[in-house]
């Protein structure tokens, strides 16, 4: 079964002077701010609905003209970092 | 290419940001005025004393400026009064500019943060809260706000906030009712772990009561509380350092206001700053754009020809700022003696003029520049 990831509503998205920030909303993050690469910010934004690893990496590398592989593994990175944050979960699981 | 993302320390994420928004003029930072009436009735105040009971800014309201502030690249926004607390829909408008992806700081006096506010603000924290403060007991808080046993009640606010890990800043206005107490007031944020600072302009009230201006100190005592502060006024230096190396510019505005940086009353009128009460436009009858586009208009006046502050080289760390001199003057270029005073006083104690004096004292101020009216003049303490 293709496990798809969803944006929590713990964070809020926001581009500002050229950054990517996501606010925290909440205490229980371990800070009140963070900030995106360009590349990650556009992966946030193709969270809007929930998605998998595969769907993610390919509009990745459709974008940023980046080998499947290249995109993949970034995109899994990318995933494993904002769910530690809480910014990201598994869709339908437990937050 | 990476997607993960980089660790950067805050204070270096708020320098490229305020970097880029004064390169593009980005109104990143605003304060919004949710509520111009207060539970104190403070002697000093400027704004709450005329405020009438219908002064308050709505939740829908609230909701339309958020969400046009967030639009335009606001980040940081200062929800000020009045008292923000006494807001009967203040849970509701703090979580909305949350939720609009603003990092919140937060004026109040406190006297109304018990547990149960403490704790809704460990979990949805604000990025600081700063909180007024007037003496070191209930009677000289009596003497100041008016109410009772104030003292007790907003130091334990302090506490409860602290306990919660929430950034909290005590700020006191400078004056002759407090004079005194200022040194223990720092003492006292020190030892709980909170910041301090004090602001010695005092305004006339919005509405055009000069009366607060008759607590202002003058001159020398405001360089001599700086000295009692901050021995050598050592933290002054490196601005006046770097305010004499600069070239004197006949702009009216160097700070940030119309810039990055601007201010939302309880009405949805803006203008530069909280301390600027003239409005450029508004925000619930105009859109965002072009208020914005107004306020820049504003921000890029000139100093009328002969006018002392023109050719000041103290000017990026005077005392007063075009803002309370448009409040004690009518128009932010003009001049108040007052706040040049202090500014030489304290160029002279570091040693960066020969004697402390303006030239206005000695060759007086030109006729076509606008001083204090006369019932703020009158109100300001006898010059030393």
């Given at each position: 079964m293709t496990v798809l990831y969803e944006r929590t509503d713990g964070f809020v998205y926001r581009h500002v002077a050229g950054e990517h920030l996501l606010v925290a909303l909440r205490r229980d993050r371990t800070a009140p701010m963070f900030m995106l690469t360009p590349t990650a910010g556009f992966l946030w934004e193709q969270l809007a609905r929930p998605s998998s690893v595969e769907t993610l990496a390919e509009s990745l590398a459709a974008e940023y003209e980046v080998s499947r592989e290249v995109a993949t593994a970034d995109v899994a990175a990318w995933l494993e970092q904002l769910q530690s944050l809480g910014a990201v979960a598994i869709h339908g699981g437990s937050r | 290419m990476t997607c993960v993302l980089p660790t950067v320390r805050y204070s270096e994420v708020q320098g490229r940001l305020v970097s880029a928004a004064m390169k593009a003029r980005i109104p990143l930072t605003s304060s919004v005025e949710i509520i111009a009436t207060c539970n104190f009735s403070c002697q000093h105040c400027y704004i709450a004393p005329g405020a009438d009971r219908e002064d308050v800014m709505s939740l829908t309201q609230a909701k339309h400026i958020f969400a046009q502030l967030a639009a335009a690249g606001t980040l940081d926004v200062l929800l000020t009064g009045g008292e923000v607390f006494t807001h009967r829909e203040f849970r509701e408008i703090y979580l909305a500019a949350k939720r609009a992806g603003l990092n919140i700081y937060i004026n109040t006096?406190?006297?109304?943060?018990?547990e149960r506010w403490a704790n809704f603000l460990a979990e949805w924290p604000p990025n600081g809260v700063s909180i007024s403060v007037y003496g070191l007991s209930n009677e000289r808080y009596e003497q100041i706000?008016?109410?009772?046993?104030a003292y007790d009640r907003v130091v334990r606010a302090v506490d409860l906030l602290l306990e919660r890990g929430i950034k909290v800043d005590l700020k006191v206005p400078a004056m002759s009712l407090t004079v005194d107490y200022l040194p223990q007031l720092k003492a006292l944020a020190e030892a709980k772990g909170a910041s301090f600072r004090y602001d010695s302009i005092i305004q006339p009230h919005e509405k055009g009561d000069a009366a607060p201006v008759q607590l202002q100190l003058a001159p020398r005592q405001v360089v001599d509380l700086d000295e009692a502060l901050d021995p050598g006024l050592e933290s002054l230096r490196p601005g006046m350092e770097r305010s004499v190396a600069r070239a004197p510019r006949d702009k009216v505005y160097g700070c940030g206001a119309g810039l990055f940086s601007f201010h939302v009353n309880v009405h949805g009128g803006v203008s530069t700053c909280v301390s600027s009460r003239q409005t450029v436009g508004n925000l619930l009858e105009e859109s965002f754009d072009v208020v914005w586009e107004r306020l820049g208009g504003k921000v890029e006046k000139r100093f009328p020809?002969?006018?002392?502050?023109?050719?000041?080289?103290f000017r990026s760390v005077c005392a007063g700022c075009p803002a309370t001199v448009e409040s004690a003057?009518?128009?932010?270029e003009g001049y108040v003696q007052q706040y040049c005073k202090i500014t030489h006083l304290r160029a002279y104690r570091l040693g960066f003029h020969p004697t402390g004096i303006p030239r206005t004292v000695t060759e007086g101020i030109p006729a076509n520049v606008v001083t204090p009216r006369a019932s703020v003049a009158r109100a300001l303490p006898i010059l030393s």
């Open positions: - | 006096n406190a006297y109304l943060i018990g706000t008016r109410i009772p046993r020809e002969g006018h002392p502050c023109a050719t000041c080289k003057t009518g128009l932010p």
